[in-house]
């Protein structure tokens, strides 16, 4: 459906702006705009309101941010209760899922019970799971705190954990009851982190929207220095792309797939090199330059169009080049990864860029070949 046909609830200038998901589980909305949180209160009324809520968090966001996201739980009356993880992917596993799940039975949270997701990727992730296993589904809600987890994990119900064999490879398809995007929250996002949310943004525009991806390559400098109006128009409008493809293909049969674009390699660095060593949007970078640099080699992406992606990821201080890491590790990573089609690993191409297209025939040879000389030159 044509993103003009989505509903607007608040379009006055610095207002938040909701854009609606549609899914076979019940539509939902994403809410974008500074302040946003405070609607949170306003989300949990009416028929659905819950019988308890369950906040789950890592330590950092709840030092900068926990009075905030309490103040606004303490306005529903709702009684609640509270899981904090450690910060990063380490943090994304059955033991700490467990832990989530017993803290939240110990509380006294029932079937009505709605949890609440306040942080980045990893946390939503592993709370949606807890949320799709509590007493076999319970609702929840995404409050995202870092801006790869904005415009990536927290819209399409995609919800995991990592166990060793390879990154997310326990989960299930759990959409959420809402999706806040508070823009103010981002104002103690480490620079690091800040940087990885940039290759989830250039990745969007990168298969869908050459409008997007220009607009970024114009605006380099004033979305890296925070620009909030023009960073609301760049997580609006990916946000409402995500929002098409998962309402297309909700259970990632086909569409969906082109939003894995640059994370065939990715999930293998990170499985090979351990998670956390580097961050998921900058392992995406480098995965996005490989693909590209691999397409133009089979001939399915158009030249030029991995140096236009490398120069505009190295220009938002993202990692480009893979070294110091056996091939072979990453190779033993990838042939675990979910990512496989019946005829072998399913790569997502570039056509040119804004266009993407899924092929899993590519001859391990080919991609195998190219991944070594790939790390052997940088």
Known sequence: MPS??????????????????????????AVIGRGSLSQLPLLLKGKRRPSRLHLVS???????HGEAIRKQLRRTGIPFSETALDPGEGSKTMEQMQRILRSAVRSGCDRNSCM???????????TGYAAASLLRGVEFIQVPASLLAMVDASVGGKTGVNIPEGKN??????QPRAVIMDLDLLGTLPARQA??????????????DLRLLSLIEREREALLAGSPPLLAKVVERCVRIKAEVVEEDERES????????????????????GYGQLLHGEAVAVGMVFAARLGEGLGITREATADRLEALLAAFGLPVHLSKLSCSRILTAMG???????????WVFLSRPGEALICDD?????????LKKFIQEK
């Open 116 to 126: 609440i997701a306040f942080g980045g990727g990893v946390v939503g992730d592993i």
């Open 169 to 174: 490879l326990a989960g299930a398809f759990h």
């Open 362 to 370: 590519v001859k391990p040879a080919a991609w195998q070949a190219e």
């Open 336 to 346: 675990r990864d979910k990512k496989r089609g019946p005829r072998g690993l399913r």
């Open 58 to 64: 890592d330590r950092n966001v709840l030092r900068h």
């Open 4 to 29: 003009g046909k989505r509903k607007k609830v608040k379009n006055r200038r610095g207002e938040p702006r909701t854009v609606r998901v549609r899914s076979t589980g019940g539509n939902y909305p």
């Open 254 to 273: 086909g569409l969906r797939m082109i939003l894995n674009f640059g994370h065939t390699l990715a999930h293998g660095i990170e499985a090979a090199q």
């Open 195 to 208: 940087r990885a949310g940039w290759a989830e943004i250039i990745k969007t525009a990168a298969i869908r």
